[in-house]
């Protein structure tokens, strides 16, 4: 814990004075090191801070345009793109994952559909073979890997988090169907035409706008390790095959690859503006992106589980939607239960409401070792609720 708070900029309005204390909390009490959060309002942006550091060294102020990666977050983006596509009539959420990929159909995955993708029921949460983070960033062999693997378990009926695989199996849908990478997609689509400061990867030419990310400290990460030595093999499989962690996503390969469940790299305001999207019910910034039949499609529940990968660690059941997960009863996304959206490793987070009009992005550089829920992610939605 500090007594010292760095000089919080940007601009908050009156009324969402209890975010920018929850803010300033997470530095004072709960290690911040570099942070912004942005929250929109009926698609006004009301709240817009940053404060603190880029680097450990503290040699480089957090500044407006401050760009990090967010983990999977980058899975609201990367859902996204897929939903465009069914909105247009071009992808069918309910066919055969082989009508568009029709390598998917080996060990047995012919009913594989698109919607289990999406909601991480494929059963192909990790590979089963050994799967170096070189070869991660190979795209051909990552989904030629995943298309010729066995489920883990029976597709369709548990959820079990696709922590890195999810990104190569919507991607690839999205790329069979239009032709594009997710990250090349999003830029044609929505990032380019809405000037949202949000990339896929990064661009070499980015790289110094890039906070540096920090590994969570000793005693968090020894907890952490104590929980992944009791991992069932699949959830192994989701989240150390490749093991990939604040080092490695610093690298110019990591940030050269497009991995679309765990390296987009964004400000808060960028995923705000994202998220806002479905906060907005298909419309951001004056423009639609989804009619808002697929922006609520985006929320419908495919039941609510213990999840096979995540579920040792939540002493709850929870539900994911076709893409994002549901606040549900645990209040994850704030007390609406059928708001929407998605942590990433360490501590950002995306957050849509369409019910309140509201969508937060909250990003981070010193890592916790949470893959959800986030104390200071916590902090932040629960003072945007008070005062809604």
């Known amino acids: ?50 404060a603190g550091w880029a680097d450990p060294a503290r040699t480089r102020p957090w500044e407006r345009d401050t760009l990090v990666n967010v983990w999977s977050t980058t ?11 069914a909105d247009r009539g071009l992808l069918d959420l309910d066919a055969p994952v082989a009508a568009y990929w029709p390598e998917f159909a080996a060990a047995g995955k012919e009913n594989v559909l698109v919607r289990h993708l999406l909601s991480h029921r494929s059963g192909l949460a990790g590979l089963r073979e050994p799967h170096s983070l070189e070869q991660l960033y190979d795209w051909e062999l990552t989904t030629a890997r995943l298309a010729a693997m066995e489920p883990w378990w029976e597709p369709g009926t548990r959820s079990g988090y696709h922590a890195l695989t999810y990104g190569f199996l919507v991607g690839e849908v999205v790329r069979r169907v239009s032709g594009l990478l997710p990250g090349a997609f ?12 949000f990339t896929i990867g990064l661009p070499e030419k980015e ?23 009791q991992l069932a093999p ?27 469940a765990a390296n987009g790299h964004g400000t808060a305001r960028a995923v705000a503006a994202l998220y806002g999207v479905l906060a907005g019910r298909g419309s951001h910034g004056g423009r639609r992106v989804l ?33 994002l997960w549901l606040s549900g009863p645990n209040g994850s996304y704030g007390p609406n239960p059928r708001a929407i959206g ?14 309140a009009g ?31």
């Open 207 to 229: 790289a110094g706008r890039a906070a540096e990310l920090v590994h969570p400290r000793a005693a968090d990460a020894s907890e952490q390790a104590k929980a992944f030595a």
């Open 234 to 260: 699949a959830a192994i499989a989701a989240l150390a095959n490749p093991a990939a962690g604040a080092a490695e996503a610093c690298t110019p390969a990591w940030r050269a690859a497009e991995i679309p």
């Open 1 to 50: 814990m500090s007594e010292h708070v760095p000089q919080v900029h940007g601009h908050c309005d009156a009324r969402f004075d209890a975010v920018r204390a929850a803010f300033e909390e997470n530095f004072r009490d709960r290690d911040e090191l570099g942070a912004a959060v942005t929250v929109t309002a009926d698609g006004v942006t009301v709240v817009d801070l940053w």
């Open 342 to 355: 998605h942590d990433g490793f360490g501590g950002s987070c995306g957050l849509a409401d369409p019910d």
């Open 291 to 323: 009619s808002a039949e697929a922006a609520e499609r985006v929320r419908e529940g495919q039941g609510a589980c213990r999840d096979l990968v995540l579920g040792a660690g939540f002493p709850h059941e929870t539900e994911i939607g076709l893409g």
């Open 75 to 85: 899975k609201g983006p990367t859902a996204l793109c897929a939903h465009i596509l």
């Open 358 to 388: 509201v969508s937060l992005g909250y990003v981070i550089n010193r890592m916790g070792p949470h893959i959800a829920d986030d104390p200071r992610k916590m902090a932040l939605v629960g003072a945007l609720y008070s005062v809604l």
């Open 186 to 197: 999003l830029e044609r689509e929505v990032t380019g035409p809405l000037g949202i400061d």
